[in-house]
């Protein structure tokens, strides 16, 4: 039998705590004993483990499974990029992904024109995402301690956005999510939700980024401006909540398929 780990933050896995308990018993059916783990992770407790489902969105579990030798998924490319903006951004470029025009934000820096969105670079899920369009605010917050921002052209279309949800190199679902009366169109923040058939421009910008970072699973979210679709964001520890309530898709599933196979891929490498 496997052993594997399932990383959240303690307040993360209280949030999402029908898909942890979902996780767990399913993963038996793939002959997995997967535990939850919300604390400190350190080497002693990987002793024995054959794979982390790290969704604590913390870089650090992957360089310490890296260390003892553990497979972890998402990778660690794909933890840095979905946690952090600015890196997100450059990485499209880099790329030549469409991505909305974009600078880092530091204290006395000269601002874009207004109204612009203003993001703390770590956030997620909608949070610390501000519709900026007066100096004041903007200062008073890039003053707080302990934060950075990204500052993004504002959008005429910034009430609604695309996920397109990726299981490995597979594109498993794509969904629209609309917001009536907030610029940020988050379905955990009220927004409306109804599935979408992107066309091939966008689903093969998503397939380059699962092939550029070998992803496991991930939510790529497009922004539409004028007619064409910008990457805004890739999702490391991507929510299940949409899929779950508009399609029969079993995601839990999906994602044990995935775990077990690359423990396979490596045994049979060793």
């Known amino acids: 039998m ?11 896995a209280a949030k999402n705590s029908w898909f942890v308990s979902e996780l767990i018993k399913r993963a038996k059916d793939f ?36 260390e003892y030798g553990v497979i972890c998924i998402n990778n660690e490319p794909t933890v840095r990029l979905g ?10 470029v880099e ?10 934000l ?16 770590a956030g997620h899920g ?8 007066n100096k004041e605010k903007c200062e008073r917050l890039i003053k707080r301690p302990g934060k950075n921002y990204i500052a993004q052209r504002a959008i005429a279309e910034h009430t609604r956005d695309l996920r397109i949800y990726m299981m490995g190199e597979k594109i498993i679902t794509s969904i629209i999510r609309e917001s009536t009366d907030d610029f940020r169109s988050n379905y955990s923040r009220g ?8 066309g091939s421009d966008v689903t093969e910008i998503a397939k380059k980024v699962q092939r550029l970072l070998d992803s496991d699973f991930i939510g790529i979210d497009f922004i539409p401006d004028k007619g064409k679709w ?27 398929e995935r775990a077990v196979m690359k423990i396979d891929i490596k045994e049979a490498t060793e």
């Open 2 to 12: 496997y052993k594997g780990l399932l990383v959240y933050k303690s307040e993360d």
């Open 31 to 66: 002959d997995t004993e997967l535990s939850l783990f919300t604390g400190a992770l350190g080497g002693d407790i990987l002793t024995g483990i054959d794979i982390v489902l790290n969704r604590s969105r913390d870089i650090r579990v992957n360089l310490l499974c890296r």
């Open 83 to 92: 946690n952090n903006k600015w890196e997100n951004y450059l990485f499209c």
């Open 95 to 104: 790329n030549d992904i469409p991505v909305i025009e974009t600078k880092l």
């Open 106 to 121: 530091k204290e006395g820096d000269s601002l874009p024109g207004f109204p612009f969105v203003m993001k703390e670079i």
């Open 126 to 133: 909608g949070h610390e995402v501000y519709w900026i369009n």
């Open 191 to 198: 927004g409306s939700i109804r599935l979408f058939e992107p």
């Open 230 to 256: 910008y990457l805004n964001e890739i999702e490391d520890a991507v929510g299940s909540r949409m899929v779950y309530q508009l399609t029969d898709i079993d995601v839990a599933v999906l994602y044990l």
